[in-house]
């Protein structure tokens, strides 16, 4: 039913994917690497990975077995990313809007979420880069790993076929919408908070009080009151 595989080093495993695609006949194709070279970030961002510290992982599923809208099967992997490293580490994890892991207030994880067409079939094509045993991040403050945050360590290999296993198992089925969005905002990363936000190049307070289903993030802000937010419109200073 499934699909697992690997690659030495990649530039992007949500780019390669669709070469295993033309090959196989599986509702869920996976390619991981440990050294990926040009990793891909939502809307443009890049994702940069130490090789062999950490994991970039890619999961294309058809988008036919879901009934899901894409915000919701968006929001969905990232309840269920979340839910497979609080269980890993017994740690409180936290969702930062709109498709961030975050792990005692470090980014572990990024996703990167895909709709395509490849050989007459459409795909969700899951991307996720994982920091399990990165050390140091100079260049990106806010980032760390899962062996920064815990002091835990894990086989790289084990860790993409536990992780592999859990996200097939939830993925067969998806619960309804309305619990999808309760469980994505009480996870979501500084709901509630007082937090410092970056709009208009200017910073200013505001609480974040829910995401909606149209990928819309609310924000009770000091200066211009309740407002919603698309992704990249405002930032989170943390």
């Known amino acids: 039913m499934s699909q697992l595989f690997y690659l030495k080093e990649c530039s992007s495993t949500n780019d390669e994917i669709s070469k295993f695609l033309l090959y196989e006949n599986s509702d869920f194709i996976a390619l991981h690497t440990f050294n990926q070279t040009r990793g891909r970030g939502q809307y443009g961002n890049t994702w940069s990975s130490a090789a062999e510290k950490n994991l970039a992982y890619t999961l294309a599923i058809k988008a036919e077995n879901f009934s899901l809208s894409d915000f919701m099967f968006n929001y969905y992997t990232a309840i269920i990313i979340c839910d497979f490293l609080a269980n890993l580490t017994?740690?409180?994890?936290?969702?930062?809007?709109p498709n961030d892991i975050i792990l005692k207030n470090k980014k572990i994880v990024g996703i990167l979420i895909e709709k395509k067409k490849i050989?007459?079939?459409?795909?969700?094509?899951?991307?996720?880069?994982?920091?399990?045993?990165?050390?140091?991040?100079?260049?990106?403050?806010?980032?760390?790993?899962i062996l920064t945050q815990t002091g835990r360590?894990?086989?790289?290999?084990?860790?993409?076929?536990?992780?592999?296993?859990?996200?097939?198992?939830?993925?067969i089925t998806s619960p309804p919408e309305d619990e999808i969005m309760n469980r994505f905002n009480n996870t979501l990363f500084k709901k509630d908070e007082i937090s410092v936000f970056e709009l208009n190049?200017?910073?200013?307070?505001?609480?974040?009080?829910?995401?909606?289903?149209n990928g819309n993030l609310w924000i009770e802000l000091e200066n211009d009151g309740l407002r919603s937010f698309y992704h990249k419109e405002i930032k989170l200073l943390y």
């Not at 017994?90 to 809007?97: P, R, T």
């Not at 050989?119 to 100079?138: C, T, W």
């Not at 894990?154 to 859990?166: I, Q």
């Open 90 to 97: 017994d740690s409180s994890v936290k969702i930062k809007w």
């Open 119 to 145: 050989n007459q079939n459409n795909y969700f094509i899951i991307g996720a880069g994982f920091n399990v045993l990165q050390e140091k991040f100079d260049e990106i403050s806010n980032a760390g790993s």
């Open 153 to 171: 360590h894990f086989n790289l290999s084990e860790f993409t076929v536990v992780l592999h296993d859990f996200l097939v198992e939830k993925l």
């Open 201 to 213: 190049e200017k910073r200013q307070n505001g609480i974040i009080k829910n995401a909606d289903k």
